[in-house]
């Protein structure tokens, strides 16, 4: 079975800093999509990035990168320049395109940015 | 913003009672999603649809019960709500097999 594991319960970083958020996931897929999903306090849940794993290329959106590791089956979330509004939970999730139409998520890395 | 809308935002009833939260797209997706999140944790996948009439529960073992009628509505419903219902209900919708979810906004419920 898929899993996805975000080891880093909460993490902090100054602000204009940069910070990495850690997403490791287990399958026997080749094929397969990655998300990042940004939930801030008591607002919606929102799509940060997304990559597809046949794609060797790191996906990239304005300050947010990954770095896709397909062999490890890693997938850290990069925030540059780190603004008070990136503050929330990050949650990482997965999905394959074959059998059930399910997503798998991360228990979440809460992000807290100081001033 | 994702075109999808939950109703009630937020609900406090008595044990007992039967409750229905609503969820509707406008965006056309046959995928729908029930996630239920105590705040600040993880996500708990309660039920799923792959399309009208077409309904499976989720990895989270839930008292709850859905159905999908329209593509565009996929309400869940508490026969006899409970203190342990207490939680945030996330409703979310996707397209096709790659494709981005879109979540609603919640509905935060409590059970006294």
């Known amino acids: 079975a898929q899993t996805v594991t975000q080891s880093q319960p909460e993490m902090s970083v100054q602000e204009a800093e940069t910070v990495t958020l850690s997403c490791t996931y287990d399958?026997?897929?080749?094929?397969?999509?990655l998300f990042w999903y940004k939930q801030p306090p008591s607002r919606q849940m929102i799509l940060v990035i997304r990559?597809?794993?046949?794609?060797?290329q790191n996906a990239t959106e304005n300050r947010f990168s990954v770095n896709f590791q397909k062999a490890a089956k890693s997938f850290s979330l990069k925030i540059s320049d780190s603004q008070l509004g990136d503050a929330a939970m990050y949650f990482c999730?997965?999905?394959?395109?074959?059998?059930?139409?399910?997503?798998?998520f991360g228990t979440g890395t809460r992000l807290k940015v100081l001033a | 913003e994702a075109d999808i809308y939950q109703t009630p935002r937020y609900l406090v009833i008595g044990t007992g009672k039967k409750i229905t939260l609503e969820c509707s797209q406008t965006?056309?997706?046959?995928?729908m999603y029930w996630y239920q999140q105590d705040p600040g944790m993880e996500l708990h996948l309660i039920h799923y649809?792959?399309?009208?009439?077409?309904?499976e529960k989720g990895d989270l073992s839930s008292e709850s019960t859905v159905s999908r009628i329209r593509t565009e509505h996929f309400p869940l419903t508490l026969e006899s709500a409970r203190p342990s219902h207490t939680s945030q209900y996330l409703c979310a919708s996707s397209l096709g097999a790659g494709d981005t979810q879109y979540f609603g906004p919640g509905t935060r419920l409590t059970v006294l």
């Open positions: 649809s792959y399309g009208v009439n077409s309904t």
């Open positions: 399958t026997s897929e080749s094929d397969y999509y």
């Open positions: 999730a997965y999905r394959d395109p074959s059998g059930t139409y399910k997503y798998i």
């Open positions: 965006m056309g997706h046959d995928k």
């Open positions: 990559q597809e794993a046949y794609k060797q």
